[in-house]
């Protein structure tokens, strides 16, 4: 089974920092163009970052300079590294990502379950 996980997110400081992480784990064959998302309380669902195989990224401008995105292939995850954090960065934050299974060679896209971000003094 293919899956993604998050972890790291919590309640923080105007100003403070928090670190994301995202483990995908299964029968992976290959994880292509990762992506976080966040949706806050009655928005839509908004792209953060994604960053590709390669490891070149793009950002939305609400969180350009603030937020970095990496990964780290050999270990099947993904990190966002968030300083400088503010109210309207709470949201609950999700991984996305294309995998690859090895056991039928699909290709499916994949959500994981999200970790909450609160930014309040």
């Known amino acids: 089974q293919v899956q993604l996980v998050e972890s790291g997110g919590g309640l923080v400081q105007p100003g403070g920092s928090l670190r994301l992480s995202c483990a995908a784990s299964?029968?992976?064959?290959?994880?292509?163009?990762m992506h976080w998302y966040r949706q806050a309380p009655g928005k839509e669902r908004e792209l953060v970052a994604n960053?590709?195989?390669?490891?070149?990224?793009t950002y939305a401008d609400s969180v350009k300079g603030r937020f970095t995105i990496s990964r780290d292939n050999a270990r099947r995850r993904m990190y966002l590294q968030m300083n400088s954090l503010k109210a309207e960065d709470t949201s609950v934050y999700y991984c996305?990502?294309?995998?690859?299974?090895?056991?039928?060679?699909?290709?499916?896209?994949?959500w994981g379950q999200g970790t909450q971000v609160t930014v309040s003094s």
């Open positions: 996305n990502a294309n995998m690859v299974d090895y056991r039928d060679y699909s290709s499916r896209n994949y």
């Open positions: 299964g029968s992976i064959l290959m994880i292509n163009t």
């Open positions: 960053i590709t195989t390669s490891s070149i990224t």
